[in-house]
């Protein structure tokens, strides 16, 4: 069974830092490209960010980008999320998510196509406040 | 905010059939497929179409989904109680290098 666990979540002060963990299972984590996806209470569904299978393509949301880095370790079959100088907007739910497409070989080379996400975790909350 | 356009709301009565629309452009339902999730109160997302029009196992036939140009739908028939939740499209975007989600419609069954 596919699961994705998230942990990390809590209660910062604006302009902390915090670092979220998604531990992956029941699938080839290096065979994905991951994401994050977060959600504000009573709000919609928002994506924050993607890492390709090796880390060699990652992506950013522009309310995110240059304060939040992502990254993975396939060898503990992990996904992080580092947030910095953290802001009250930046509240929500985070979401673990894995990308439904795989990694293919075409005459020795590899590629990936994106298709979107297929699994999420249960989320972990991220509470930005004084 | 959301790069993809959806009506906030839809009903029917138990048995009809329901209509979600998803407005986008040419960098993202344009040229990538769309996918659609299903959101019941108090829990994680979960994927109902993917590739435009495939359900993943375990989802009732009642679901489909088409795309046309730079929007898609989603339509369930045979409406039931327990489809009462919100619902999002999504696809990848070409310009942004990220996946995009819908507005988000929720869905009330009368």
């Known amino acids: 069974e596919v699961q994705l666990v998230e942990s990390g979540g809590g209660l910062v002060q604006p302009g902390r830092s915090l670092r979220l963990s998604c531990a992956a299972s029941?699938?080839?984590?290096?065979?994905?490209?991951m994401h994050w996806v977060r959600q504000a209470p009573g709000k919609g569904l928002e994506w924050v960010s993607h890492?390709?299978?090796?880390?060699?393509?990652?992506g950013y949301a522009d309310s995110v980008k240059g304060r939040f880095t992502i990254s993975r370790d396939n060898a503990k079959n992990s996904l992080y999320l580092q947030m910095n100088s953290l802001r009250a907007e930046d509240t929500a739910l985070y979401y673990c998510?894995?990308?439904?497409?795989?990694?293919?070989?075409?005459?020795?080379?590899?590629?990936?196509?994106?298709?979107?996400?297929?699994?999420w975790g249960q989320g972990t909350t991220v509470t930005v406040s004084s | 905010q959301s790069v993809l356009t959806q009506p906030p709301s839809a009903s029917g009565t138990p048995g009809q059939r329901v209509t979600i629309s998803c407005s986008g452009s040419?960098?993202?339902?344009?040229?990538?497929?769309v996918n659609w999730y299903q959101q019941l109160p108090g829990t994680a997302p979960k994927l109902l179409i993917y590739?435009?029009?495939q359900r993943p196992s375990g989802v009732p036939d009642r679901f489909s989904g088409s795309k046309s140009g730079t929007s898609a739908s989603l339509a369930i028939s045979g409406l039931q109680s327990e489809d009462e939740a919100e619902y999002y499209c999504?696809?990848?975007?070409?310009?942004?290098?990220?996946?995009?989600f819908g507005t988000g419609t929720k869905v009330t069954v009368l």
């Open positions: 998510a894995k990308d439904m497409g795989l990694r293919y070989f075409i005459q020795g080379q590899v590629h990936y196509d994106y298709y979107g996400v297929d699994v």
């Open positions: 029941g699938f080839t984590f290096d065979d994905h490209a």
């Open positions: 890492i390709s299978w090796n880390s060699g393509s990652i």
């Open positions: 040419s960098s993202n339902i344009g040229s990538n497929t």
């Open positions: 590739s435009n029009n």
């Open positions: 999504a696809a990848w975007d070409d310009s942004l290098n990220g996946y995009v």
